[in-house]
C-alpha cells in the first residue's frame, strides 16, 4: 500500500492572537517544510477575512506586495513564504477571502442553486468555506492541508472562518484535524517580565468560538522558562510539552530548524495520530549555516539599490528583498539594501543618491508617482556602467529612457502616464484595450518566452526557452522595436509569436537586463532565480568583492558578448 493511500487527509489550522503580523505565515510555512521533509505530501492555504475579491486592486501600503501564483491568481504575500519554504508551486486554490466566499454564494441564490431557502451565514456561508478547502484538498492531493486564517481570533471580519474551521473537527473527525494557536508573548521591559496574560486572554477569545488549540507557538524575545511554560499549559488547557516557543531570528529560514528542535512537527503528528520519521533537513541546515557565515563577514558586503515608490514599507517588496538574500547565499556575499524612494531622485538628483551602490534594481508598480525618478536612475544606471536589473515597470522605464536620451524620442512616454505623447514606446496591450474592471483582468500567471541564442539572458538561464509569472496591462509597443534595437537595444526574450517583448538589454554594458515579468515569484532559497545570481554576481564584481561559496556565475563582459566569472 502506498504512503497516500494509506493516510487520509488531515488539516492543521494556524490562527493568531493578541496582534496582528505575528508570524503566523512563517509558522505555517516552517511547518509545511518540516512534514515535507518527512516526506509527507503538504500544501498550504490562506483565508483572508477581508471582503475584497482579491489583493489586486489593494494599494501595497493597505496589503504588501501581492503574490502572483503560475495560474495567474493575485494573493496574500504569505502564499510567496509558502513557495519558498516548501518549494513547491501553488495555485488559486491556495487562497480565497471573504469577498469570494460571499460572492460565490451571493452569485448561486441569484441562480437559485438553495432552492428558495433563506441564505444564512451558517450552514450557507461556512458550508462554501469548507467546500473550498475540500476541493483545495482534493486538487493537492496532499497528506496535510495547512490552513492559515488571516488577522487575529478578535476580528469580526474573520468569524465566520473560524466557525467554518470549527466544524471541520466534526465533520472529518477530532483525530484528523490539529488547531495552532501563534500569539505572543510581551516582555515588560520595566520590570523584566514576560507576560502571560495577552496569550490567556486570546486563548479564551479562541475557545469562546468553540475551538480548543492544541498547540500554543509563542511569539518572545526571550527564553520561556519552565514556570512560563507550566503557567501557559495550566491556563489554556493546552500540553505542556505543546508550548512551544519561537523566539526572534535573524534569519527566516531559520524557523523551520528552531521549530524542529522545539518539537513542532512531532506534537502535530501526534495530534493527527501520524507517524514520526528523521525529517531531511541536511539541505537546509547548510543552506542557513551558508548565510550566517556570509553574513558575519562584512567585508562582503554590496550595496544595492531598490528605487522604488513604496519603499516605506518593505513588504511591497518582500519577494524582491528574498529573492536578493537568495542570490547572495550563492554568490557567497552579503547584499545591503538602499532604499530610495524614487521622488526623492526628482528632487535630489541620481547622483546624490546612487554614487556609493554597486548596483541598482528597479522593481514593478502602478501610478506615475516618482516616474521620472526612475528613469533618471536607470540613466544613471545606463551612463555609469552600473549593473541594472528591471522588472515588470523597470522594464518598461528603461525602454522610455533609452528611447529618449539615445535613440532622441523627446517626451517618450508610456501611455499609462501619458497617453498623448509623441513616441508611445510602452502602450496598453492590445487585448487590454476594452477591459473595464480592474480586478484580475491583467496579463497574469505564466506565459512562454524564448530566448535569443548568445544573449545574456540565454547564458544567465541556461536554456533557450523559459517560463515565467506576469502582471501587468502595458507592453512595448512593436511600431518601435526597429528604431531601438538599430541603437543598441536587444529585445533577448519574446513570446513565442514573438508578438511581446519579454525581455530587453543592452552589449556595451557591463549588465544591463530587464523583464516585463516577475522573476522574484519564481526564487526560491535552495534555488535561487539566475536573474538576481547574475545581477549580484555583476554587483559584486562592480564593488570589487568576490564570494567563496562559488565560482559558476556568469555575468556579461563589458567590452563583448562572451561571459567571464565571478
Known amino acids: ?90 495555485s488559486r486554490m491556495n487562497a480565497v477571502t471573504a469577498g469570494a466566499i460571499y460572492k460565490s454564494v451571493l452569485e448561486k441564490e441569484r441562480r437559485g442553486d438553495y432552492l428558495g431557502g433563506t441564505v444564512q451565514m451558517i450552514p450557507h456561508v461556512t458550508n462554501e468555506i469548507k467546500g473550498f478547502l475540500r476541493r483545495a484538498a482534493e486538487h493537492s492531493q496532499a497528506h496535510v492541508v495547512i490552513v492559515e486564517v488571516g488577522g487575529t481570533v478578535g476580528d469580526i471580519e474573520g468569524l465566520i472562518f473560524l466557525e467554518a474551521i470549527r466544524q471541520m473537527r466534526k465533520d472529518i473527525g477530532r483525530d484528523h484535524v490539529c488547531y495552532i494557536h501563534a500569539t505572543m508573548i510581551p516582555n515588560l521591559r520595566t520590570t523584566n517580565e514576560l507576560k502571560t496574560k495577552p496569550t490567556q486572554h486570546s486563548v479564551d477569545t479562541l475557545r469562546s468560538r468553540g475551538i480548543q488549540p492544541d498547540i500554543l507557538v509563542c511569539r518572545t524575545e526571550r527564553t520561556l522558562n519552565p514556570s512560563i511554560r507550566e503557567k501557559l499549559s495550566l491556563f489554556t488547557d493546552v500540553d505542556n510539552n505543546a508550548v512551544i516557543q519561537c523566539k526572534d531570528v535573524g534569519n527566516i529560514y531559520e524557523v523551520p530548524l528552531y521549530l ?119 540613466e544613471y544606471a545606463r551612463k555609469q556602467k552600473i549593473p541594472y536589473l528591471g522588472l515588470c515597470l523597470g522594464m518598461q522605464t528603461a525602454v522610455v529612457e533609452f528611447a529618449r536620451n539615445v535613440v532622441a524620442m523627446a517626451g517618450a512616454h508610456s501611455t499609462e502616464f501619458d497617453n498623448k505623447t509623441k513616441y508611445p514606446v510602452i502602450d496598453l496591450m492590445a487585448d487590454q484595450q476594452t477591459v473595464v474592471e480592474k480586478g484580475g483582468t491583467m496579463r497574469l500567471g505564466k506565459y512562454p518566452c524564448h530566448l535569443l541564442p548568445g544573449s545574456l539572458a540565454r547564458r544567465l538561464y541556461n536554456q533557450d526557452d523559459i517560463s515565467e509569472r506576469h502582471r501587468h496591462r502595458y507592453e512595448v509597443n512593436n511600431a518601435y522595436r526597429q528604431q531601438l534595437e538599430a541603437k543598441g537595444m536587444i529585445f533577448s526574450g519574446l513570446s513565442p509569436d514573438k508578438r511581446l517583448v519579454e525581455m530587453i538589454e543592452l552589449g556595451d554594458h557591463p549588465f544591463f537586463i530587464a523583464c516585463q515579468f516577475h522573476p522574484e515569484l519564481k526564487s526560491r532559497p535552495d534555488n535561487p532565480h539566475p536573474l538576481f545570481v547574475g545581477f549580484v554576481a555583476a554587483s559584486a564584481k562592480q564593488a570589487s568583492v568576490v564570494g567563496d561559496f562559488e565560482s559558476n556565475i556568469v555575468v556579461a563582459n563589458s567590452s563583448e558578448t562572451s561571459s567571464s566569472v565571478v
Open 260 to 378: 524542529e528542535q522545539e518539537g513542532l512537527c512531532e506534537r502535530v503528528l501526534e495530534k493527527m495520530g501520524l507517524p514520526n520519521s528523521t525529517p531531511d533537513l541536511v539541505e537546509w541546515k547548510t543552506l542557513t549555516e551558508r548565510t550566517k557565515l556570509i553574513d558575519s563577514q562584512a567585508t562582503k558586503t554590496v550595496q544595492i539599490a531598490v528605487v522604488g515608490k513604496y519603499v516605506m514599507l518593505s513588504d511591497a517588496y518582500i519577494s524582491v528583498v528574498e529573492s536578493l538574500k537568495h542570490a547572495a547565499t550563492k554568490v557567497g556575499v552579503k547584499v545591503a539594501i538602499k532604499w530610495i524612494l524614487s521622488e526623492d531622485i526628482e528632487k535630489q538628483g541620481a547622483q546624490a543618491l546612487l554614487s556609493d551602490v554597486s548596483g541598482i534594481l528597479v522593481p514593478g508598480g502602478f501610478g506615475d508617482r516618482g516616474i521620472e525618478g526612475k528613469i533618471s536612475a536607470i
Open 1 to 90: 500500500m502506498s504512503l497516500k493511500s494509506s493516510i487520509s487527509t488531515r488539516y492543521v489550522f494556524v490562527t493568531g492572537g493578541v496582534v496582528s503580523s505575528l508570524g503566523k505565515g512563517i509558522i505555517a510555512a516552517s511547518l509545511g517544510r518540516l512534514l515535507r521533509a518527512r516526506g509527507l505530501d503538504t500544501t498550504i492555504i490562506k483565508l483572508d477575512p477581508y471582503l475584497n475579491v482579491d489583493p489586486g486592486t489593494m494599494s501595497p501600503y493597505q496589503h504588501g506586495e501581492v503574490f502572483v501564483t503560475e495560474d495567474g491568481a493575485e494573493t496574500d504575500l504569505d502564499l510567496g513564504h509558502y513557495e519558498r519554504f516548501i518549494n513547491h508551486d501553488l
